[in-house]
């Protein structure tokens, strides 16, 4: 049984678990990519936690949540069944999310002087490719089923099963 929130508070805590888990998951992946995580001490991950947190969830509640909910609804097969509007949003909401916090580390990178003397456009091109191939598989086969799980341990009842 897949479960989704419905009310806006539910879709709140939602969106906070989900991102909670993808952007210690994707951070911790980029910042030991790029070498930077046995450089950092423990509180400038934790800024960068806080801080690259609060941008995601902001992406992904007023921008890529919206757009991803309007788009992967608007095919008829993933109004079909509970799993398929489940990967059709997953699908959706990933692409938007590596495209916009790709760009966000990018510039992070480029105001900490990190990628001098590289191409910016091939940099973010690259990284995208490479937070695709984790945040898919990720989101789809881990984060996904636990947060889907424990947000229906959380809100238990009819109201919580996912309608599509």
């Given at each position: 049984?897949?479960?989704?929130?419905?009310?806006?508070?539910?879709?709140?805590?939602?969106?906070?678990?989900?991102?909670?888990?993808?952007?210690?998951?994707?951070?911790?992946?980029?910042?030991?990519?790029?070498?930077?995580?046995?450089?950092?001490?423990?509180?400038?991950?934790?800024?960068?936690?806080?801080?690259?947190?609060?941008?995601?969830?902001?992406?992904?509640?007023?921008?890529?949540?919206?757009?991803?909910?309007?788009?992967?609804?608007?095919?008829?097969?993933?109004?079909?069944?509970?799993?398929?509007?489940?990967?059709?949003?997953?699908?959706?909401?990933?692409?938007?999310?590596?495209?916009?916090?790709?760009?966000?580390g990018i510039i992070?990178?480029?105001?900490?002087?990190?990628?001098?003397?590289?191409?910016?456009?091939?940099?973010?091109?690259?990284?995208?490719?490479?937070?695709?191939?984790?945040?898919?598989?990720?989101?789809?086969?881990?984060?996904?089923?636990?947060?889907?799980?424990?947000?229906?341990?959380?809100?238990?009842?009819?109201?919580?099963?996912?309608?599509?």
């Amino acid at each position: 049984m897949s479960i989704l929130p419905v009310s806006k508070k539910e879709q709140v805590i939602f969106g906070l678990m989900m991102c909670t888990g993808m952007v210690v998951v994707m951070m911790t992946f980029n910042l030991w990519h790029t070498g930077m995580l046995g450089r950092m001490s423990e509180m400038q991950m934790l800024l960068q936690f806080v801080l690259c947190f609060v941008i995601a969830f902001l992406v992904e509640s007023f921008i890529v949540g919206p757009i991803a909910r309007k788009i992967a609804f608007s095919f008829s097969f993933a109004r079909s069944s509970k799993i398929k509007g489940v990967v059709t949003m997953s699908l959706f909401m990933v692409i938007g999310m590596v495209l916009l916090m790709s760009l966000y580390g990018i510039i992070t990178a480029v105001a900490a002087g990190q990628l001098e003397g590289e191409s910016v456009i091939s940099t973010y091109l690259h990284t995208i490719v490479r937070n695709f191939g984790l945040a898919l598989p990720y989101q789809l086969i881990v984060l996904g089923p636990l947060v889907r799980y424990v947000f229906g341990k959380l809100f238990k009842g009819p109201a919580a099963v996912m309608t599509v």
